[in-house]
């Protein structure tokens, strides 16, 4: 399986910056693509930021703007520039991955993983 790990969580001032890392390991034998959602306590999970391989980007329309994400192809690593933080962002934010593993020979299989997702706190 593919273990996905998220990090840069914490606690920052309105207007402050965070920099979110998530980084996917295993037997990956192709990125689709790799992307940011967020979920506050009682509200529904929603899409924060997406990446796919080729560099292709997509936004929530609340964030464009002040965050922007970004791909290291050879690592396997996504980030996430927080930028102008509202206290409306608070949530905590899982990364998302999409990939094709290796599973057997000359096999592969196309799934999705999730981090366990890291808080970030905006103050009011």
């Known amino acids: 399986q593919v273990e996905v790990v998220e990090s840069g969580g914490g606690l920052v001032q309105p207007g402050g910056s965070l920099r979110l890392s998530c980084a996917a390991s295993?037997?990956?034998?192709?990125?689709?693509?790799m992307g940011w959602y967020r979920q506050a306590p009682g509200k529904g999970r929603e899409l924060v930021a997406t990446?796919?391989?080729?560099?292709?980007?997509n936004y929530a329309d609340s964030v464009k703007g002040r965050f922007t994400i970004s791909l290291d192809n050879s690592k396997n690593t996504v980030f996430l520039q927080m930028n102008s933080l509202k206290p409306e962002d608070t949530a905590v934010y899982s990364c998302?991955?999409?990939?094709?593993?290796?599973?057997?020979?000359?096999?592969?299989?196309?799934?999705?993983?999730w981090g366990r997702g890291t808080q970030v706190t905006v103050s009011s």
């Open positions: 990446i796919t391989s080729g560099g292709s980007t």
């Open positions: 295993g037997n990956i034998f192709k990125l689709n693509q």
């Open positions: 998302k991955v999409q990939c094709w593993v290796r599973i057997g020979v000359n096999q592969q299989q196309y799934d999705t993983y």
